[in-house]
């Protein structure tokens, strides 16, 4: 008998009876259920926007969310600052002025469609859920329900005791720019700068040299390199 396919008020009744938090919701499973190819959560912080949930496989959504924050601009940023939900079902059908850094940064690649919903708690914006598609094309309405659904019972997730900071838990959320945040510490004491200033320097190391964020946090961290003395 074939496997049911999943849905997402079913992912998220199972998530909340283990009372787990996040660990328990499955990015793949969801993205699934919303017929997207991939689901990743960033949530707001002193750096902007930290991602904290998606599918490790997930390499193509976690390099447009890892673009993104480079360039301060696209669909989750933009949701992120206005509380709008934000679609965009071909992106290399949006206007070049506005996010032409990104658009500029996505045009040799395929076409791909991006939803991103805020997750806010009444006011308060706690972040946003973003869906991925390889696929041009928008959701359809059940789909947009599903995603909205969602993005209020992630908010319940992280409301609850183990929500977002239950770190000890046997399979704790994945800091994905931990790196970046040793990376931006180290050259606050290297060049003597605020944590502010670098982050933005080194954004703007990555941006100029068109190298993945990543790798020049990489570098800062494992060998000690100043920006100016990174490799190029």
């Known amino acids: 008998m074939p496997a049911e396919t999943p849905d997402i008020p079913g992912l998220l009744a199972?998530?909340?009876?283990e009372g787990h938090g996040l660990t328990?919701?499955?990015?793949?499973?969801?993205?699934?259920?919303?017929?997207?190819?991939?689901?990743?959560?960033c949530l707001l912080d002193h750096s902007g926007?930290?991602?904290?949930?998606?599918?490790?496989?997930?390499?193509?959504?976690v390099a447009f969310e890892d673009l993104q924050f480079t360039l301060g601009e696209g669909p989750t940023v933009d949701a992120a600052r206005?509380?709008?939900?934000?679609?965009?079902?071909?992106?290399?059908?949006?206007p070049e002025d506005r996010w032409p850094a990104l658009l500029a940064a996505t045009h040799p690649k395929p076409a791909q469609?991006?939803?991103a919903?805020?997750?806010?708690?009444g006011v308060a914006r706690l972040g946003v859920l973003t869906g991925h598609r390889s696929t041009v094309?928008?959701?359809?309405?059940?789909?947009?329900?599903?995603?909205?659904?969602?993005?209020?019972?992630?908010?319940?997730?992280?409301?609850?005791?183990?929500?977002?900071?239950?770190?000890?838990?046997?399979?704790?959320?994945?800091?994905?720019?931990?790196l970046i945040h040793q990376a931006t510490g180290a050259l606050t004491v290297l060049l003597?700068?605020?944590?502010?200033?670098?982050?933005?320097?080194?954004?703007?190391?990555?941006?100029?040299h068109d190298i993945p964020l990543m790798d020049v946090a990489h570098d800062v961290v494992d060998h000690g390199f100043d920006l100016d003395g990174l490799p190029r």
Request: with cysteine; glycine share 6%; net charge negative.
């Open 14 to 17: 199972v998530a909340t009876q």
């Open 24 to 41: 328990a919701l499955s990015p793949g499973a969801c993205a699934t259920a919303l017929g997207l190819d991939s689901l990743t959560l």
């Open 49 to 61: 926007l930290e991602l904290v949930w998606y599918d490790p496989a997930d390499t193509a959504g």
């Open 82 to 94: 206005t509380g709008d939900v934000v679609l965009v079902p071909d992106l290399h059908a949006v």
């Open 113 to 115: 469609a991006a939803h």
């Open 117 to 121: 919903v805020p997750v806010h708690l």
């Open 137 to 178: 094309g928008m959701l359809t309405r059940p789909e947009m329900s599903d995603l909205l659904a969602l993005a209020e019972g992630v908010t319940a997730i992280l409301t609850t005791p183990h929500g977002i900071h239950d770190m000890s838990s046997s399979n704790p959320l994945p800091l994905h720019r931990a």
């Open 192 to 208: 003597g700068i605020s944590v502010e200033e670098a982050l933005a320097r080194l954004r703007a190391y990555a941006f100029t």
